[in-house]
T-cell receptor, first 113, second 118 residues
């Protein structure tokens, strides 16, 4: 196990609602990255947080937002949920914001009805 | 832009067979890193290997081996004497200097579903 934890494990929401997903990074890691993995696809980069600042963003709309806390844990918030937001959301932690290896948590499976 | 292609969508083998998973990448970065991850049915991505663009030596770890060829932009993964527990989705991924911004965005391939039958 990597030591990266995510909560909740599963979540069901309806279209238009808002959701918050949480991630605790591996001990000693200061960087958290979030990915969305649709069924049958590879993970897609959402954004990365390094020392509480957003450090890079993929091709996702502003309704996807995040936070990183002083203990380096992180939240992913998604507003105005759409059906296409149904996916596995993966959090990864790493030591540093560059090309260091990212270690993934077990993910949160979100279903939007 | 970076791109990773895993042309094999699904592979099915019988236990003890050797199997090679292909990965071809595209990048304009001169320094980049390649990764392989395993995703069992539980969903968690398990890190297998990280290789930088300056190190073309092949690597072996137990039944796993990796062949990096910069000339063909490939980073293939071979499992020797496959076992049922190797059944999973395998992803190849790439990260680089991203035009100087130096953040660790991983670009993943579509994944290869490996099924090992007893």
């Amino acid at each position: 196990e990597t030591g990266v934890t995510q909560s909740p494990t599963h979540l069901i929401k309806t279209r238009g609602q808002q959701v918050t997903l949480r991630c605790s990074s591996q001990s000693g890691h200061n960087t958290v990255s979030w990915y969305q993995q649709a069924l049958g696809q590879g993970p897609q980069f959402i954004f990365q947080y390094y020392r509480e600042e957003e450090n890079g963003r993929g091709n996702f709309p502003p309704r996807f937002s995040g936070l990183q806390f002083p203990n380096y844990s992180s939240e992913l918030n998604v507003n105005a949920l759409e059906l296409d937001d149904s996916a596995l959301y993966l959090c990864a932690s790493s030591l540093g914001s560059g090309v260091e290896t990212q270690y993934f948590g077990p993910g949160t499976r979100l279903l939007v009805l | 832009a970076q791109k990773v292609t895993q042309a094999q969508t699904e592979i099915s083998v019988v236990e003890k067979e050797d199997v090679t998973l292909d990965c071809v990448y595209e990048t304009r970065d001169t320094t980049y890193y390649l990764f392989w991850y395993k995703q069992p049915p539980s969903g968690e991505l398990v890190f297998l290997i990280r290789r930088n663009s300056f190190d073309e030596q092949n690597e072996i770890s137990g039944r796993y081996s990796w062949n990096f060829q910069k000339s063909t932009s490939s980073f293939n993964f071979t499992i020797t004497a496959s076992q049922v527990v190797d059944s999973a989705v395998y992803f190849c991924a790439l990260t680089g200097n991203a035009g100087g911004t130096s953040y660790g965005k991983l670009t993943f391939g579509q994944g290869t579903i490996l099924t090992v039958h007893p």
